[in-house]
C-alpha cells in the first residue's frame, strides 16, 4: 500500500492551492527565465491592456489565459518562454475617464494598474514580473522620445498644415477610424468637425510597398488570413497613371491620378477638392462667391464623411476648363467634397459613363456622358485605340501618354502618413522644441527623456493647443542650438506609438542607458508568437510593422517584421448577448475566480468554443470544469493510496496515445475546447476501466497544466515529486497506437440495435457476421428464426434481417 501525501486525503480546494502556488512561483523564480543565456529563447506575447477602472473584465480574462496556455505549452516541450506584462497607461481614454470622476490621470492610474496586477496574478499566468512596464514611465517614454528623434532625424519624421478631424467634445484630433458616420466614437452625440492644424507625422507611405509584399511571405509572417486582408485592404494599392491636363487658360496644369486610364476618351468634366490649390486660380469672377461659399462649407466637415461620400452629390463650377488630352476637348472644372485632397492628386477626371458616383454627379448637374467601353469590353469612341479590349488599353494609353510627356504609370496607396500628434495632456511630449531663429530643433539626446509636467487643470479646451501650454516655467525653455528664449512642442505623441515598440522594451527594462541591449534583442526578438485583438488589426499591428522596418533601415534591429506569428483571440458575449454596462451583463471575473477557482474559471474560459473564435458564457456551465478536477482530483489520491493493477489493457492504451496526439495538436492550432474535451474522455475511460496507473496520470496532469496550472502542480507534488511540474517534459505517443486494432460494430436484429461486438478494423463481412451470431445478447433475438439477409456497413454495424 502506497503512503498518502500529507494532504491528498483532503479534498480539492482551489483558495488554498492556488495560493500556495503563486507564493512558491514568485519565491523560487520559477516564471522568469533566463534572458541572457537561454537555451530555447519563446517570446510567447498578449497584448499589454489599458488598465481602466473597472480592471479586468472577462474578454480580457478569456484573452489572457488564452496566451498563457500557450506560453505553458511551450515551456513543457522545452522552450525557455518569456511571458512578460506591462500596461498601456497613456492615453485619451484614461484622460477622460480622469476627468469624469474628477481625478488626475496620474493619481488614477497607478491605482488603476495595481488592481490589474492583483487580477493578473490571481489568474495564475506565467509572467515574468521582472520585465513589467507602464507607458506612463519616464524610463519607458523616455526612450519613446528617442524613437521619435531617430526618425526626426532620418527625415522620416516632419510636420505638415492639414486637415484633421476635430471632435468638440474630446477637444484633440481623431483618427479617421474613429469617426463613425460623421460622429465622434466616444460621444455618439457629437458631430466631428474638420479642421486645419499643424500635426506631426511619420512617413509610413514610404513603406507601402515592403508592409504589403511582407505580407505574402511566410517566412517572415504566420498570421491569419484575415487580418492580413485587413492590412492590404487597409493600404489599398493600386495601378494607374497620373495624366496631366492643361488649363484651357493656357496657364498652368492640373494632374490626376486614373485607375483607368483606358477611359480617358469619356472623361467629360474635372472636379477637384474644395481645398486644392488650383481652386483660386481656375475660378472666374463671375463663379468665385459661389465657390468661396461652397469652400466654408466644405470645411465645416468630417473627413470620413465625405469620404463615404454622401448619397446626393453636392459641387459647384468653377467657371474654368481643362483640356482633355486624349480628345483635345474642353471639359468643364468643378469642385465637389467627394474629392480629398489627401488621397492621389486631390483632382479627377470624371468619367460618368463608367463610373457610378461621377455618373451621379453628372445627372444631378446636366454634365455630357460618354461610353467608351461598349459590352464585350473593348474600347470604343477612343481614337485609334478603339478596338482594342479594355484591359489591354490601360497599357497601351499610359505608354502613349508616356510618349506624349502627358502622363506616366503609377502604383498609388490609400495609406495615409501616420498623423502622431494629440492636443491633450496624458501622453508623452514630442521631444522638439521651436525657436524663433533656429526653427524646430530637436531635444538632445542627452536631455531626455522630456517630463510630461504636473498640471492641476489638464482640461482640454477647444483652442487646438495642448493644456501643457498653460505650464509656463514648462513651456518656456533655451533653444538648445542658440540658447536664445524658445518653447516647447505641447502635443504629446499618439498612444499607437507607445505600443508600437512596447515588445522590444521587455526584455531590456532593467538598462537605463539604452532603449534595448543588442544581445537581448536579438536573443528574443522578433515575437514567436503574439495573441490579440482582431479591432487591432490594422493600426496598432501596422504601426508596430512600419517601425520595425524603420528602426532596422536606421540600423538599430537586425529584423523587419516584430511578430513571426500573430493570431486574434474571439470574443465572449453572455447567454447570446453581447456584453454591455447598459444590459447589465459584463461578468466580472473576480466573483468567479473567488467561488469557483482561478483554475476552473480558466477551463471553463477555454471550453467555450475555439480561441478564435470565443463563445457564449453562461453561469450554468462552469460547474462542468470544477466535477472534472474534483474526479482529477480523486484519480491522484487513489494513484498515490493505491498499488497499480498490473499492465495497462488495450483500451486504455489507445485511448491514452490517442490523447496525447490530439491534446497536443489541438493547442497548437489553439483549439482549447477540443484539447479539454479530449482529457475529459480520457478520465472517463480511466475511471470506466478502475485504471489508475501513474504514467498515465502524470501524462495527463502534464496535459492539462496549461490550463490548471495551480492544480496540476498540486497534484504533481501528491505523486511525490520535489520539482514544478513544468520542469517536465511534454509527453510523446506511439503512432501505431493512434489507429485502435479492435473497433465496436452494432448488432441489429430486423433494424434494432441489441448488442455491440468487438471484432478486428476492416475485418471482412463473414467475420463479422461470425461474431454477430455468436454474440449472447444477439441469439436471444434469433431463437427459432433464419437469417434471410445480411445487411453489412464496414466498421460500423451489421443488421440481421430475419424471418
Request: aromatic share 10%; proline share 6%; hydrophobic share 40%.
Given at each position: ?13 482551489p ?15 520559477v ?52 511571458e ?40 495564475g ?22 524613437i ?10 516632419y ?23 460623421g ?7 457629437v ?19 515592403k508592409l ?91 473627413i470620413?464623411?465625405r469620404?463615404?461620400?454622401e ?6 463650377f ?36 463608367h ?6 454627379f453628372?445627372?444631378?448637374?446636366d ?23 479594355a ?27 501616420w ?5 491633450r ?19 538632445p ?39 536664445e ?8 505623441s499618439?498612444?499607437?506609438?507607445d ?5 522590444l ?13 543588442p544581445?537581448?534583442t ?8 503574439y ?60 466573483e468567479?475566480?473567488a ?7 480558466r477551463?471553463?474560459?477555454m471550453?467555450?468554443?475555439p ?10 456551465g462552469?460547474?462542468?470544469p ?31 496515445h490517442?490523447?496525447?496526439h ?29 485504471c ?62 441489441r ?22 445478447k ?26
Amino acid at each position: 500500500m502506497k503512503h498518502l501525501h500529507p494532504a491528498s486525503d483532503q479534498g480539492y480546494d482551489p483558495e488554498a492551492v492556488e495560493a500556495k502556488w503563486q507564493e512558491r512561483w514568485a519565491a523560487e523564480h520559477v516564471n522568469e527565465p533566463d534572458l541572457d543565456t537561454p537555451t530555447r529563447p519563446f517570446y510567447n506575447l498578449m497584448m499589454y491592456p489599458y488598465p481602466s477602472a473597472e480592471g479586468l473584465h472577462v474578454g480580457n480574462m478569456f484573452a489572457f489565459t488564452g496566451s498563457d496556455v500557450f506560453g505553458r505549452f511551450k515551456r513543457l516541450q522545452g522552450y525557455d518562454v518569456f511571458e512578460p506584462i506591462g500596461f498601456d497607461a497613456f492615453g485619451i481614454h484614461s484622460e477622460n475617464y480622469a476627468i469624469k470622476v474628477g481625478t488626475h490621470p496620474a493619481e488614477l492610474i497607478p491605482r488603476n494598474i495595481a488592481n490589474f496586477r492583483r487580477q493578473l496574478r490571481r489568474m495564475g499566468g506565467m509572467f515574468d514580473w521582472r520585465q513589467e512596464l507602464s507607458t506612463t514611465d519616464p524610463a519607458y517614454y523616455k526612450w519613446t522620445q528617442w524613437i521619435f528623434l531617430q526618425l526626426y532625424k532620418a527625415g522620416k519624421a516632419y510636420k505638415k498644415l492639414g486637415a484633421v478631424n476635430w471632435c468638440p467634445e474630446c477637444k484633440t484630433v481623431l483618427a479617421n477610424e474613429q469617426v463613425i458616420e460623421g460622429y465622434c466614437e466616444r460621444h455618439p452625440g457629437v458631430r466631428v468637425e474638420q479642421r486645419n492644424l499643424e500635426q506631426w507625422y511619420f512617413r509610413i507611405t514610404e513603406y507601402a510597398e515592403k508592409l504589403l509584399r511582407h505580407l505574402d511571405d511566410a517566412s517572415k509572417m504566420d498570421w491569419s488570413e484575415s487580418t492580413a486582408a485587413a492590412q492590404r485592404n487597409w493600404m489599398g494599392r493600386s495601378e494607374g497613371a497620373d495624366i496631366t491636363f492643361k488649363l484651357a487658360s493656357g496657364d498652368g496644369t492640373m494632374a490626376v491620378f486614373t485607375t483607368r486610364p483606358d477611359t480617358l476618351f469619356g472623361a467629360t468634366f474635372m472636379v477637384l477638392a474644395p481645398e486644392h490649390p488650383l481652386v483660386g486660380q481656375v475660378t472666374t469672377t463671375a463663379e468665385r462667391s459661389a465657390v468661396e461659399d461652397y469652400v466654408r462649407a466644405t470645411a465645416a466637415k468630417d473627413i470620413v464623411s465625405r469620404r463615404v461620400g454622401e448619397r446626393d452629390k453636392t459641387g459647384v463650377f468653377t467657371g474654368g476648363y481643362a483640356i482633355n488630352p486624349a480628345t483635345g476637348a474642353e471639359i468643364p472644372v468643378w469642385i465637389a467634397d467627394y474629392v480629398l485632397m489627401e488621397y492621389g492628386t486631390g483632382a479627377i477626371m470624371a468619367v460618368p459613363a463608367h463610373d457610378e458616383r461621377d455618373l451621379e454627379f453628372a445627372e444631378k448637374f446636366d454634365l455630357p456622358v460618354v461610353r467608351v467601353i461598349d459590352e464585350n469590353e473593348r474600347l470604343i469612341a477612343s481614337g485609334s485605340f478603339t478596338g482594342r479590349p479594355a484591359s489591354a488599353a490601360i497599357g497601351d494609353i499610359t505608354h502613349w501618354l508616356e510618349e506624349k510627356d502627358l502622363g506616366r504609370g503609377k502604383v498609388q496607396y490609400r495609406l495615409y502618413d501616420w498623423c502622431i500628434s494629440r492636443q491633450r495632456y496624458w501622453g508623452p511630449p514630442i521631444p522638439v522644441i521651436y525657436c524663433e531663429d533656429c526653427g524646430a530643433v530637436p531635444v538632445p539626446e542627452a536631455d531626455l527623456p522630456v517630463l510630461l509636467p504636473p498640471l492641476e487643470d489638464f482640461r482640454p479646451d477647444d483652442s487646438g493647443t495642448s493644456p501643457l501650454a498653460r505650464n509656463e516655467e514648462w513651456y518656456f525653455v533655451s533653444c538648445p542650438d542658440c540658447g536664445e528664449r524658445g518653447h516647447r512642442e505641447t502635443d504629446v505623441s499618439d498612444t499607437f506609438l507607445d505600443s508600437a515598440w512596447y515588445y522590444l522594451r521587455y526584455p531590456s527594462t532593467e538598462f537605463d542607458d539604452r532603449p534595448l541591449d543588442p544581445s537581448r534583442t536579438k536573443t528574443w526578438c522578433p515575437v514567436a508568437t503574439y495573441i490579440g485583438g482582431n479591432e487591432h488589426a490594422v493600426l496598432h499591428l501596422l504601426y508596430a510593422r512600419f517601425l520595425a522596418m524603420a528602426l532596422h533601415d536606421l540600423g538599430h534591429l537586425e529584423f523587419d517584421e516584430p511578430f513571426l506569428k500573430f493570431r486574434a483571440h474571439g470574443l465572449i458575449v453572455k447567454d447570446g448577448a453581447k456584453m454591455s454596462k447598459s444590459r447589465g451583463n459584463v461578468v466580472i471575473p473576480d466573483e468567479y475566480v473567488a467561488r469557483w477557482g482561478a483554475d476552473t474559471f480558466r477551463m471553463y474560459l477555454m471550453s467555450l468554443g475555439p480561441f478564435q473564435e470565443g463563445g457564449d458564457f453562461r453561469d450554468a456551465g462552469i460547474s462542468g470544469p470544477r466535477r472534472f478536477l474534483d474526479k482529477v482530483w480523486d484519480l491522484v489520491g487513489r494513484c498515490v493510496s493505491e498499488d497499480a493493477i498490473g499492465e495497462i489493457n488495450h483500451t486504455v492504451m489507445v485511448k491514452w496515445h490517442q490523447t496525447k496526439h490530439k491534446v497536443s495538436q489541438d493547442i497548437e492550432d489553439l483549439k482549447y475546447n477540443t484539447a479539454i474535451a479530449a482529457l475529459m474522455e480520457l478520465l472517463n475511460v480511466l475511471r470506466e476501466v478502475q485504471c489508475h496507473e501513474q504514467r498515465v496520470v502524470e501524462d495527463m496532469l502534464v496535459m492539462l497544466a496549461p490550463f490548471a496550472p495551480h492544480f496540476a502542480e498540486e497534484c504533481w507534488e501528491r505523486l511525490g515529486h520535489e520539482r514544478s511540474i513544468f520542469s517536465a517534459s511534454w509527453p510523446s505517443w506511439d503512432p501505431s497506437l493512434l489507429v485502435q486494432d479492435q473497433i465496436e460494430v452494432v448488432i441489429q436484429v430486423n433494424g434494432r440495435t441489441r448488442s455491440k461486438v468487438q471484432v478486428p478494423r476492416d475485418a471482412d463481412e463473414a467475420t463479422v457476421v461470425a461474431a454477430a451470431l455468436a454474440d449472447e445478447k444477439a441469439q436471444r433475438h434469433l431463437v427459432g428464426k433464419s437469417v434471410q439477409k445480411r445487411i453489412y456497413v464496414p466498421n460500423r454495424l451489421v443488421n440481421l434481417v430475419v424471418g
